[in-house]
């Protein structure tokens, strides 16, 4: 039986914990409202209607490719790739490539940076291992210009962050809107979390200063773990219309 990501992985322990896939939703959150191409996602109107449960389907989309076998897997890469086109075909224009390639950075850059605020430093063969899978998964959505390495990739990311994000309109109601929808606490716990895994140019354009009060809170979740008493402070933290599709993250998917 073969595996789209193979069961030993490294990219199956990131990808198989609750608490790094809210850090890759907190990252990609912040990064996503500069994207240039956000006015894509603004067109259909769920962003702004439920930009949690926008972004959230996005992370559990790969996710669910994480944990497929190779032909199941393959199945739902396509399904994006028709929805976008769907989409496309409804506006008269076409999503541009770069748009698709900066979405996998995202997944890329933040797998790794929450994994090692939460876990460790990955090895350099994880890494390799980690962009492998997403390389493929851009690969078969037919996307061109893609990298070819994990250190190639180290290159075109920085240039992507240079050149594909910009503060828009967009930005401000992004964020207007992850306010209305979390509440002020989880919405500041939310900027806070950003604060440590997004990359120093989104952090600058977002005004979001170095020190971050998520890092003593972090102290205290880690140990919590230890002490089995994390899911308490997660049902406290958490959206409660999201509990229960959070906790279920610490499981395979079926």
Not at 10 to 35: C, H, M, P, Y
Not at 49 to 67: E, H, K, Q, W
Not at 136 to 154: I, Q, V
């Amino acid at each position: 039986m073969e595996f789209f990501v193979d069961q030993s992985s490294i990219v199956r322990q990131v990808w198989g914990k609750s608490d790094t896939i809210l850090f890759v939703f907190a990252g990609a959150s912040a990064e996503f409202s500069l994207n240039k191409a956000v006015d894509w996602l603004y067109f259909t109107g769920k962003l702004p209607s439920d930009p949690l449960g926008r972004l959230f389907s996005t992370v559990m989309y790969a996710r669910r490719i994480v944990y497929s076998r190779k032909e199941a897997a393959e199945k739902a890469i396509d399904a994006i790739t028709t929805i976008h086109k769907t989409v496309e075909s409804n506006r008269g224009a076409t999503i541009p490539d770069w748009a698709y390639r900066d979405v996998l950075f995202m997944l890329i850059h933040y797998s790794i940076a929450a994994y090692e605020l939460l876990e460790r430093k990955l090895t350099d063969e994880e890494k390799d291992e980690l962009f492998d899978v997403f390389f493929r998964m851009g690969s078969r959505m037919g996307l061109k210009e893609l990298p070819h390495t994990y250190k190639e990739w180290t290159v075109s990311h920085v240039q992507h962050l240079q050149h594909d994000l910009a503060k828009s309109e967009y930005t401000i109601d992004l964020y207007k809107q992850y306010r209305k929808h979390l509440g002020p606490i989880r919405y500041f716990l939310l900027k806070e979390s950003q604060k440590l895994v997004c990359p120093v140019i989104v952090k600058k354009m977002l005004k979001l200063d170095s020190f971050s009060w998520a890092s003593p809170l972090l102290v205290i979740y880690k140990l919590s773990r230890k002490v089995k008493l994390d899911g308490v402070l997660k049902s406290i933290i958490l959206p409660a219309a999201y509990k229960k599709q959070i906790n279920a993250l610490d499981r395979p998917p079926v």
